[in-house]
């Protein structure tokens, strides 16, 4: 039994595929919302036949080709035949080929979650749930207008939610609320650049903007934001898909009927969850067809927007369809009106309420949650991907060395400034170690010493706040080899390596010192990188320079 499948996001692709099932007529016949092929053979009459009517009752097509039956049609009749098959009353082999079919459809989109690069950012995708912190710099958003208009106001609330845990800040300058009015350019304009700004060289983490105008994502890019959120899905700006195209950034695509102004006019669907696929796969292939990458699309069904009470339960309750999109999931369930139409409770007292649909969304395979309660949030999203995933803490093995002014008070400074980073904690450290300096400039010996950790940041992230830890510290890079006030080195992160610009991992140089392979084989010998355990590293180079124990530092 065999189940192929292919993304045919342009009609040329369509007709090489089709054509080689079945030759040039069976391309001739393929329905325009046929962004999809499958082809599937070995399978009984009776599952095949209940996936060619589901396909077809959606405009799709289903045809005998190349020994097998070829089926051509957006992702939401894929759906419509997957729940087909996975029926109670479903035919026989049924269920076993809709598994085949979901998995297939879902690879076609790439390798699967994976850190996804937001210039010298990632997202921590394959990793564990991503939160994305709501930071809106408008007089009229539904929950937190008013409260953060002032880029003084908005570096707090961005502090904040850093400290809590955030993986990502979404700065929005026009409310998307139901029942809003567009924001003149101007106005947005106004509004978020200076707190894109300063958020963006403050903080060591990446800065998304919301918005639909290509003018607000091009001056954001250029102060420093890493990805576009566009609640239109790139339709209300013809330049919006220029625009993150040419900065090679993720961009969220965003499920909407209508605009925020009539979006909750009535809205009506025969079939919500089969409708927001269609839409969100048709949107994917004008941003492929725009030049952005098929690894830097998110797609979010919209919760709230252009949907009753029972139109967002369904969407939750049946969330892994989206997972068809081949692309990971965005889910913003924070506050919304139908936790306060279930539990009867104004936005800021829906903070139990978006836990609940946070969790069971990270179970159903969202990959980014958006919320306002960034601490709580968090705290729901480790513990929903421990269960849900498996996921566990990475260990991590950082080198602290000082000899400027009094070292002993700047690593005990470094480590009370590591144990405070989000989603980290010291749980092992060596004893200090004085050592002779390296390299050609005089100066006094160093004192270093190396900690085990625990933490929930991705290497890039990690070292991104090692180098902010420095920066506040005091230290200047200058003389290569010289003096440092401090110095933090990300020696290991798990099993895994990195080569990006900017992040090596295991660090280049850590296998030939001795001063920090004598820590570090104190308090994690059988640590193995480059095939060896520290002790074996250790063991095969010079006594020189001199490195002595100093002792523990109390």
């Known amino acids: ?163 809590q845990g955030a993986d990502v800040i979404d700065v929005g300058g026009e409310s998307t609320r139901p029942g809003a009015e567009p924001v003149p350019l101007d106005v947005e304009l106004e509004r978020v650049i200076p707190a894109v700004e300063r958020i963006a060289s403050e903080f060591a983490v990446p800065v998304s903007v919301d918005t639909c105008k290509a003018k607000v994502a091009e001056r954001a890019l250029g102060a420093g934001a890493h990805l576009i959120n566009d609640i239109s899905a790139l339709r209300f700006d013809p330049g919006m898909a220029r625009v993150v195209a040419e900065r090679n950034v993720p961009v969220v695509l965003m499920h909407m009927r209508g605009t925020p102004r009539d979006m909750q006019v009535n809205p009506v669907y025969g079939s919500v969850v089969e409708e927001v696929l269609d839409f969100l796969d048709e949107s994917i292939g004008k941003a492929l067809s725009a030049g952005i990458g098929r690894d830097r699309i998110l797609v979010d069904p919209g919760i709230g927007f252009g949907k009753t009470l029972d139109h967002n339960l369904e969407i939750l309750r049946t969330l892994d369809a989206l997972e068809l999109l081949g692309c990971p999931i965005l889910l913003g369930p924070s506050r919304k009106s139908f936790i306060g139409h279930i539990l009867g409770l104004p936005p800021d007292r829906r903070v139990e309420g978006t836990a609940a649909a946070v969790a069971l969304g990270i179970a159903a395979g969202a990959s980014v949650v958006r919320v306002h309660d960034v601490a709580e949030m968090v705290r729901v999203a480790r513990v929903a991907d421990a269960i849900a995933r498996g996921y566990r803490a990475a260990r991590a093995f950082v080198g602290l060395g000082a000899n400027v002014g009094e070292p002993l008070a700047r690593l005990r400074e470094a480590l009370a400034r590591l144990d405070r980073l989000p989603g980290t904690r010291v749980v092992r450290r060596s004893s200090v170690y004085r050592t002779e300096p390296v390299g050609p400039v005089a100066q006094p010996w160093f004192f270093n010493m190396v900690v085990e950790m625990q933490t929930d940041l991705d290497p890039v992230r990690l070292l991104a706040e090692l180098l902010q830890i420095e920066a506040e510290m005091g230290r200047v890079r200058q003389t290569r080899w010289g003096p440092r006030v401090i110095d933090l080195d990300l020696l290991l992160y798990g099993d895994e390596t990195v080569d990006r610009p900017g992040c090596q991992v295991p660090h280049p140089e850590s296998h030939r010192r001795r001063f920090v392979l004598e820590p570090l084989a104190e308090i994690a010998p059988d640590v193995r990188w480059k095939g060896k355990p520290a002790v074996e590293h250790l063991a095969g180079l010079p006594a020189s320079p001199a490195v002595e124990r100093w002792g523990a530092l109390e």
């Open 1 to 163: 039994m065999d189940v192929r499948t292919w993304e045919t996001y342009t009609l040329a692709a369509r007709k090489r595929v089709l054509s080689e099932l079945g030759g040039p007529g069976l391309a001739g016949c393929c329905p325009p919302s046929g962004r999809h092929v499958a082809w599937a053979a070995g399978w009984p009459k009776e599952a095949l036949d209940r996936l060619a009517a589901a396909v077809t009752e959606r405009g799709g097509m289903a045809v005998e080709a190349a020994g097998g039956r070829a089926y051509a049609a957006g992702l939401g009749a894929f759906w419509h035949g997957i729940r087909a098959l996975e029926a109670p009353s479903g035919p026989p082999g049924g269920r076993e080929l809709a598994g085949r079919l979901r998995a297939a459809l879902a690879r076609d989109g790439g390798p699967g979650r994976s850190d996804m690069p937001c210039g010298p950012r990632v997202l921590p995708l394959g990793r564990r749930t991503a939160v994305m912190g709501i930071l809106n710099v408008t007089p009229d958003s539904f929950s937190d207008g008013g409260r953060y208009m002032t880029p003084d106001a908005a570096v707090r609330r961005a502090r904040e939610m850093v400290e």
